[in-house]
């Protein structure tokens, strides 16, 4: 079992930036790959970010490339999303995701475990 804790969602102006964390426990952090998603009231989930065991590959959707940046530090169990210029559009519960096996990193249906969801608002 892996058990996930998202952080750091709020409110925020359009441009502005936010930082959320996903706090891992239970299983050895380091072996699988991670990703973040997102869901907007009315909208089904989506993929926003993925990362893989090392942190060495990362891949992200079109509408946030060149602004938001994944990254993990094995060292403390945590994984991040830096998202940068932020745009109402962006306004959604943000969730973490653990990957055990292979697949792409972009589909929901290749995860494993989530976690609650922190709610990320962008104001106009």
């Known amino acids: 079992q892996v058990q996930l804790v998202e952080s750091g969602g709020g409110l925020v102006q359009a441009g502005g930036s936010l930082r ?3 706090a891992a426990s239970g299983r050895t952090f380091s072996s699988y790959g991670m990703g973040w998603f997102r869901q907007a009231p009315g909208k089904e989930r989506e993929f926003v970010a993925g990362i893989s065991m090392s942190g060495v ?7 946030v490339k060149g602004r938001f940046a994944i990254s ?21 519960v ?4 653990v990957k055990v096996s292979g697949g792409r990193y972009s589909y929901t249906l290749n995860y494993d475990y989530w976690g609650q969801g922190t709610q990320v608002t962008v104001s106009s």
């Not at 945590?78 to 932020?86: E, H, K």
């Open 20 to 22: 959320l964390s996903c």
């Open 57 to 63: 590959n990362t891949y992200y959707a079109d509408s």
């Open 72 to 92: 993990r530090d094995n060292a403390k169990n945590t994984m991040y999303l830096q998202m940068n210029s932020l745009k109402p559009e962006d306004t959604a």
């Open 94 to 97: 943000y969730s973490c995701a």
